[in-house]
């Protein structure tokens, strides 16, 4: 489609298109035929309707020659009568940019440099009353309501985590939740508020500061958008339409205005892309200052897009496609010397691909640095990463070396996330294999996970003064005996609660006395018969004596009766995985000498392995709790169905999470319209249909300005069909920026179209009130569905939408609105 559409050339309306040199293929057989079409009526007010803000309008008799399929205003080019040589490869005849004068004399002269300023300093103006407007949307009520709303729960506890230095886990990278606990920090809040639960009041807690911080963060995404659609479409109504439609849309108001990690990663999502797009617009001045400072921003942002959540591999994604195809094009220009290609190759390598990941593995430097106490987050971590923690058992701590029976223990299994061998005094519930104790793994420090190394044939306590210590060995027969219960680790034919073909697991005896099947074989991962078993060191195994089947973690949440923690199960299956792997983590043994563990600390790049591996686990492990408020990819685009924030009942001040309806079926309809006239330009081109001047230009903006950001939206939305994760209604706010972006390029295009038309058969004024009047009363629908719509972001206290007195009467378009 790139080649297709680079072959489109941009002329004035009125003007015979330029003749090309004679080629082989459909693309240029309307060059051939030397067609001339009647001279349309100039629309009135063409720097407007242009937007070309600071750059004057392109004198009469002259012809632009677009390079690489790009809008570029004519001042860009060289000076009048210079002509440059046309670019040979792959992807066609790609002139340079040049102006072509029949005679430099005869053409007029160039605006004057004061009337330049003056478009310049307008088009300043335009962008400082945009950005005014995105912030005193954001910002106004901020501190409404002075109370936890939604997941500020969960990231104001993570604020507060970084400034107490308490290191916990989540399943998202940690850029993020620092720069919320900075803002904190520096807004005056000491880390001290507990974030329990929604609507716990804030008192005298600062929480302003970090509201606020994702609240300036988030005002900065229509500025963004709008230059972007700007430097795309080469458009000011374009943009100024992208602007409205983002700056009143209520959703995207009310994700900018909580403590949330989304305005911080639309923040960087958004600049990835109109810093992407801003050293696309340098191409023709390659390694130029302005090349290089957008060229390393958008690695910047890259990495800050990834460094909040793995959302923005999307981001990267899109930037990768155009880097390849900006490259295989390079490569297809014969005037480009080897050397030069190798400098472009290089550039983009380094910012590109070595930046981002310096700057993301920085984050993680930082983020271990900073968190250096134990905290809630140590049990889904390995022995040796906890060893590093202040606080935890396992720092400076100094423990027997080798396993001896009469030992208290705890045993860790080695798959990421599953946690402690654990039991506790409630039973399997009627129906779920034998109806005894339970045994699970439990992600926590608690007492329930310490276990007593017993010899299978007797009962006497090896931790008495008359016995000799006896270590235990490679391929010994054990007992272990639940200290807390006294009753010993079993298993039996019965099917596993939840993984089928597995055997259940259970406590059983009393006292520690059982029968044949609490009897278990431990043996050393890749040891021999008669090795000793080392703390935290060895890995092991537990084999069940009796079936046959090894004991293993399947991962899997148990139901509200097993406390939702993982499942243990019994596996015939001998395969050795990391589910079926242990090792002893806690060690209690007053007959044995201790050793210091300072030798187990794990180095920085293991550490920043195990955690990604920790967090890819628990993102994927992710399931819906009682009440949740999931959803499904495809009700998004609809707006089928939003997300209480806060508040339930009319005393209550609700806010409620919902995409401005008009603005997204306006969106909705905009990518379904696209889609239809993308593909008969597509097919037009390719089939050498001869458009007009006027038609090339508009339909080169539309398929590659268009494309770009449909590529955006696409990107960020279909790959959450793939993902078995759960899915919330916020997941789709980065697709809603590209969305917004392609509806205002369409509807200006559109708009465009039947001006141009409407100027060659009627008046000149007509022509132009069409386009000026369109793109007013879009944004004048779209402000005023914002005037309905805004108490859902700004907050309602009062009657339900039912009542007829409520602010909301009659605005509950969906049966699914649940506000």
Known sequence: MLCATSRLLAAPAGTTPPAQPRARGPALRCRRRELHFPSYPALPSCDFLAGRLGRPSLPPGRRVILRRARMTPAMDGGPPGSELRARRGRCGTQPARAVVAKDAAQSPKRPAQGSRRLEAAGGWAVLALVTLLSFATRFHRLDEPPHICWDETHFGKMGSYYINGTFFFDVHPPLGKMLIGLAGYLSGYDGTFLFQKPGDKYEHHSYMGMRGFCAFLGSWLVPFAYLTVLELSKSLPAALLTAALLTFDTGCLTLSQYILLDPILLFFIMAAVLSMVKYHACADRPFSTRWWCWLTLTGISLAGALGVKFVGLFVILQVGLNTISDLWCLFGDLNLSLVTLAKHLIARIVCLIALPLALYTATFAVHFMVLTQSGPGDGFFSSAFQARLSGNNLHNASVPEHLAYGSVITVKNLRMASGYLHSHRHLYPEGIGA??????????????????????????????????????????????????????????????????????????????????????????????????????????????????????????????????????????????????????????????????????????????????????????????????????????????????????????????????????????????????????????????????????????????????????????????????????????????????????????????????????CCSSSLARSIHIGGILSLLLGTAYSFYLFHPLAYGMVGPLAQNPLSPMAGLRWLESWDF
């Open 435 to 760: 109806r005894q104790q339970q045994v699970t793994t439990y992600l926590h420090k608690d007492y329930n996970n310490l276990w007593i190394v017993k010899k299978h044939n007797t009962n006497s306590d090896p931790l008495d003064p008359s016995f000799p210590v006896e270590f235990v060995r490679h391929g010994d027969l054990i007992r272990l005996e639940h200290k807390e219960t006294a009753r010993n680790l079993h298993s039996h034919y019965h099917e596993a609660p939840l993984t089928r073909k597995h055997y259940q697991v259970t406590g059983y005896g009393i006292n520690g006395t059982g029968d044949s099947n609490d009897f278990w074989r431990i043996e050393v991962v890749n040891r021999k018969f008669g090795n000793r078993i080392k703390v935290l060191r060895s890995q092991i195994r537990l084999i069940h004596l009796v079936t046959g089947c090894v004991l293993g973690s399947s991962g899997k949440v148990l139901p509200k009766w097993g406390w939702e923690q993982l499942e243990v199960t019994c596996t015939p299956y001998l395969k050795e995985t990391l589910n079926s792997v242990w090792n002893v983590e806690d060690h209690f043994n007053p007959k044995l000498p201790n050793i210091s563990l300072d030798v187990l600390k794990p180095s920085f790049p293991e550490i920043l392995l195990e955690s990604h591996m920790v967090m890819l686990r628990g993102n994927n492990g992710l399931k819906p709790k009682d009440n949740d408020f999931t959803s499904k990819p495809w009700h998004w685009p609809i707006n089928y169905q939003g997300l209480r924030f806060s508040g339930i009942n009319d005393t209550d001040f609700r806010v409620y999470l919902l995409g401005n309806p008009v603005v997204w079926w306006l969106n909705l309809v905009s990518i379904a319209i696209y889609l239809l006239l993308g593909s008969i330009l597509v097919l037009a081109v390719q089939r050498g249909v001869c458009l007009p001047a006027e038609v090339q230009g508009l339909s080169q903006v539309l398929l590659q300005g268009g494309g770009q950001v449909l590529l955006g939206w696409a990107l960020h939305y279909f790959p959450f069909f793939l993902m078995g994760r759960i899915l919330y209604f916020h997941h789709y706010f980065p697709a809603v920026l590209f969305s917004s972006m392609l509806t205002g390029i369409l509807w200006d295009t559109l708009l465009r179209l039947c001006a141009w038309r409407l100027a060659s």
